[in-house]
């Protein structure tokens, strides 16, 4: 479907935010990704998957969007303007999402760099802090102007927010396996009590999967709730 954009706003020259109106019709559960793309004449343009950043009750869908300079879509995408059109898929779906979690104790949400688009609609569904008993969000970016988009939003949350950055200096400072091998967070986690959900860079994502399998943690799907999950179009 063609919906017409109705925000954009830029952070840095790698990272933007953009809304458009929501047609009735777009349904999702927090945590599901859609396609997105763009169309100019003459031109072939691939759709990309993207995370709905919006929550499943408002009534705009938003994104946040890397800028990759020589990028079959964002290279163009970035020139979008308010009143422009653009294509979002009316089939969003995904495994990132709490229904294919087992409910209660800790939710720890594990991101870095864009990563922090699904939990940012997760965060904005009323049903989630009814659903555990604490909810951590834990957002490693390289900069801290990458985390500007969200961090307000994040913070007035009820959320425990665990902020860090790994190429400038800060109050927390390193990569999330950094963070975990250092007791920072998840400090005797066990995976009856403690409930994970992992997103972005592919590297991290296995990485993470890896060390949670390893742990005795189960990922979860469709057919089954499981200890961890995440994003299985991420991953190798
Ligand atoms: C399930 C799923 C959900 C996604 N959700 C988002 C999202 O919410 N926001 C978003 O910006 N992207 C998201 N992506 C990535 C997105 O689909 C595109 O890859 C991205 O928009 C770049 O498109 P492109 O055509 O310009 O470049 P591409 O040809 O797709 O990518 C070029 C290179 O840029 C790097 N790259 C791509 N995306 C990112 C990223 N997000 N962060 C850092 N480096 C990247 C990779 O090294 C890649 O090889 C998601 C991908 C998947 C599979």
Redesign the pocket.
Known sequence: MLVKVTEVEHYTDRLFRFKTERPVSFRFAAGE?TMVGIEKQNQTI?K????MTSGPYDDFIE????K?AD?????ILQNIKVGDEIYVGDKPT?TLTIANLELGGNLWLLAT??GI?PYVSILRDPDLFKSFDRVNVVWTTRLISEQVCFKDLITKTASNFYSSITREESDLKGRIQHLIKDEIILKNACPSNDKIMICG?IDFNNEMKEYFNNKGWNEGNKKMAGTFVQ?R??VS
């Not at 990309?48 to 995370?51: E, F, L, M, P």
């Not at 994104?63 to 890397?66: K, Q």
């Open positions: 990704f691939p990309r998957a993207y995370s994104f946040l969007s890397i990759v990028g079959p879509l964002t290279s995904g760099g864009t688009a860079s994003e179009a991420f």
